[in-house]
C-alpha cells in the first residue's frame, strides 16, 4: 500500500485524502467543470464498448454522477498533485470509474492526463487509482476492472497500482454493409427460461479469474437505476437439446453496434451462419460500425470473423483490482476474563498509528 493511505480512517469531511507526496485526491465538484471539460480529450479511454457505443463525453458523465450522486453517471475523482511534482504550476487529474449493475464491481473509464504529457503523470495514476481502491472499499466494491489498450508503460502502471492481468482479448470492426441471412436452426431469441443453460455455458467455456472479472452478460444484470438511452438489444441462444452451444448479444446505438459471444470451442467453426444472421440484424456500415472483442481463449472465432470481413481494430489487456483488500476492516479485541461482559473493537488500522510501541506497548 503507497505512504499515506493508513490516513484514510481521518478523511475530510468532503472526502478528500492526504496520499503520495503531500497531493490530495478529492471527489469531483462544480469548481472543477472548466478545466475538466477543456483537458478531457487528452486523457486516455478504458471503456472501448461504452466509448463506442455512446460516445466519450467524460465531463457529461462526471455531471450526471455529481447531481445524481453517483446513482447514474460516473464516479469521478480529482487529483491535485503538488508543485514541485508540476513544475510550479498548478495542475488538476481527473480519473473515472462506471459502477456496473451488479453494484459491486466498477469499470475504469477514463484517466487524465496521457502518460507521455506530463513527467508527474505516472505518479498521479497511482495517487488516484488508490483513491478509488479505497473509496471501493469503503462502498463494498469487490472487483475494479480496467479494458486497457495493449500498451506497455499503461499496463506497468496499472499493475503497480494493484491490479493484475486477467485475460487478452483482440476487437475485431466490420463497416461494410452485408446481404441479410436466414435465421439458423436451433438459434433462439433468449428468454429466462435460458439464463440456467447460458450460465453453465460461461462455466464451461470461460476461465474461472476472467469469469469473475468479466463484464455481467445482459442476462445476467440485475435491477439497476439507469437513465433512459437509445440502447438496442437483442439476445440469442444456440440449443441443442438442454445444452446452450453459444450465447449472442447485439447491443446497438445510433452511434455503432457491438456482437457478445460466448462460444463453446467444438462449434465455433460452424458460428458462420449464426454471426451472418445477427450482422444483417445490425447492418453495419462505415458510418456505424459493428464491434466484435473476443478473447485470446476463443481465438477460433477471431477466424472466424475474419471470413466474414472484420477487421482487427485494437489489441486490449483485461485487469483487475480488489478494492476489499485495501482498507482496514474492524477486529474483535480479545481480554482474558471480559470477553463475556464487554465487547471492544478496534480497527486494524489503529495497530500501525503512531504511539504504539513496536512491541505492542503504549508509547507515552
Given at each position: 500500500m503507497a505512504p499515506g493511505w493508513q490516513t484514510m480512517a481521518t478523511a475530510s469531511p468532503e472526502g478528500a485524502l492526504p496520499v503520495h507526496g503531500g497531493s490530495v485526491a478529492r471527489p469531483f465538484a462544480l469548481r472543477d467543470v472548466?478545466?475538466?471539460?477543456?483537458?478531457?480529450?487528452?486523457?486516455?479511454f478504458f471503456d472501448l464498448r461504452q466509448s463506442l457505443l455512446h460516445g466519450a463525453s467524460p465531463l457529461a458523465?462526471?455531471?450526471?454522477g455529481l447531481?445524481?450522486?453517483?446513482?447514474?453517471?460516473?464516479?469521478?475523482?480529482?487529483?491535485e498533485p503538488p508543485l514541485e511534482r508540476s513544475n510550479g504550476q498548478p495542475r488538476r487529474a481527473f480519473c473515472q470509474v462506471l459502477p456496473r449493475p451488479d453494484g459491486v464491481s466498477w469499470d475504469l473509464s477514463f484517466l487524465y492526463p496521457a502518460l507521455d504529457q506530463a513527467s508527474w503523470a505516472s505518479r498521479s495514476w497511482l495517487d488516484q487509482l488508490q483513491y478509488m481502491m479505497v473509496l471501493g472499499g469503503q462502498r463494498q466494491v469487490e472487483r475494479l476492472c480496467a479494458r486497457a489498450p495493449e500498451d506497455g508503460a499503461i499496463e506497468e502502471t496499472l499493475r503497480s497500482a494493484g491490479l493484475c492481468v486477467v485475460g487478452r482479448e483482440e476487437v475485431f470492426c466490420l463497416a461494410q454493409s452485408v446481404k441479410h441471412a436466414p435465421q439458423p436452426k436451433g438459434l433462439l431469441r433468449m428468454t429466462w427460461e435460458h439464463r440456467q443453460a447460458v450460465r453453465a455455458l460461461r462455466q464451461a467455456v470461460q476461465p474461472r479469474l476472467r469469469r469473475q472479472a468479466e463484464r455481467l452478460l445482459p442476462c445476467d444484470e440485475v435491477?439497476?437505476?439507469q437513465p433512459s438511452s437509445a440502447v438496442t438489444r437483442d439476445e440469442f441462444v444456440w440449443q441443442v437439446g438442454d445444452q446452450a452451444m453459444a450465447y449472442l448479444s447485439l447491443s446497438q446505438t445510433r452511434r455503432a453496434a457491438w456482437l457478445d459471444a460466448v462460444v463453446r470451442p467444438e462449434v465455433r467453426a460452424e458460428m458462420a451462419p449464426h454471426l451472418c444472421y445477427l450482422i444483417g440484424l445490425a447492418e453495419p456500415s462505415r458510418q456505424r460500425p459493428l464491434y466484435c472483442a473476443v478473447p485470446d481463449h476463443s481465438i477460433g472465432l477471431g477466424w472466424v470473423l475474419r471470413t466474414l470481413s472484420f477487421e482487427a481494430y485494437r489489441r486490449q489487456s483485461l485487469l483487475v483490482g480488489f478494492p476489499l483488500a485495501r482498507v482496514g476492516v474492524r477486529r474483535p479485541m480479545v481480554i482474558p476474563g471480559l470477553e463475556g461482559s464487554v465487547d471492544i473493537g478496534t480497527p486494524v488500522q489503529g495497530i500501525s498509528r503512531p504511539g504504539v510501541g513496536p512491541n505492542g506497548g503504549l508509547c507515552h
Amino acid at each position: 500500500m503507497a505512504p499515506g493511505w493508513q490516513t484514510m480512517a481521518t478523511a475530510s469531511p468532503e472526502g478528500a485524502l492526504p496520499v503520495h507526496g503531500g497531493s490530495v485526491a478529492r471527489p469531483f465538484a462544480l469548481r472543477d467543470v472548466t478545466a475538466f471539460g477543456r483537458l478531457a480529450s487528452q486523457g486516455v479511454f478504458f471503456d472501448l464498448r461504452q466509448s463506442l457505443l455512446h460516445g466519450a463525453s467524460p465531463l457529461a458523465s462526471a455531471l450526471l454522477g455529481l447531481v445524481t450522486h453517483q446513482h447514474w453517471g460516473a464516479i469521478t475523482c480529482v487529483h491535485e498533485p503538488p508543485l514541485e511534482r508540476s513544475n510550479g504550476q498548478p495542475r488538476r487529474a481527473f480519473c473515472q470509474v462506471l459502477p456496473r449493475p451488479d453494484g459491486v464491481s466498477w469499470d475504469l473509464s477514463f484517466l487524465y492526463p496521457a502518460l507521455d504529457q506530463a513527467s508527474w503523470a505516472s505518479r498521479s495514476w497511482l495517487d488516484q487509482l488508490q483513491y478509488m481502491m479505497v473509496l471501493g472499499g469503503q462502498r463494498q466494491v469487490e472487483r475494479l476492472c480496467a479494458r486497457a489498450p495493449e500498451d506497455g508503460a499503461i499496463e506497468e502502471t496499472l499493475r503497480s497500482a494493484g491490479l493484475c492481468v486477467v485475460g487478452r482479448e483482440e476487437v475485431f470492426c466490420l463497416a461494410q454493409s452485408v446481404k441479410h441471412a436466414p435465421q439458423p436452426k436451433g438459434l433462439l431469441r433468449m428468454t429466462w427460461e435460458h439464463r440456467q443453460a447460458v450460465r453453465a455455458l460461461r462455466q464451461a467455456v470461460q476461465p474461472r479469474l476472467r469469469r469473475q472479472a468479466e463484464r455481467l452478460l445482459p442476462c445476467d444484470e440485475v435491477a439497476y437505476p439507469q437513465p433512459s438511452s437509445a440502447v438496442t438489444r437483442d439476445e440469442f441462444v444456440w440449443q441443442v437439446g438442454d445444452q446452450a452451444m453459444a450465447y449472442l448479444s447485439l447491443s446497438q446505438t445510433r452511434r455503432a453496434a457491438w456482437l457478445d459471444a460466448v462460444v463453446r470451442p467444438e462449434v465455433r467453426a460452424e458460428m458462420a451462419p449464426h454471426l451472418c444472421y445477427l450482422i444483417g440484424l445490425a447492418e453495419p456500415s462505415r458510418q456505424r460500425p459493428l464491434y466484435c472483442a473476443v478473447p485470446d481463449h476463443s481465438i477460433g472465432l477471431g477466424w472466424v470473423l475474419r471470413t466474414l470481413s472484420f477487421e482487427a481494430y485494437r489489441r486490449q489487456s483485461l485487469l483487475v483490482g480488489f478494492p476489499l483488500a485495501r482498507v482496514g476492516v474492524r477486529r474483535p479485541m480479545v481480554i482474558p476474563g471480559l470477553e463475556g461482559s464487554v465487547d471492544i473493537g478496534t480497527p486494524v488500522q489503529g495497530i500501525s498509528r503512531p504511539g504504539v510501541g513496536p512491541n505492542g506497548g503504549l508509547c507515552h
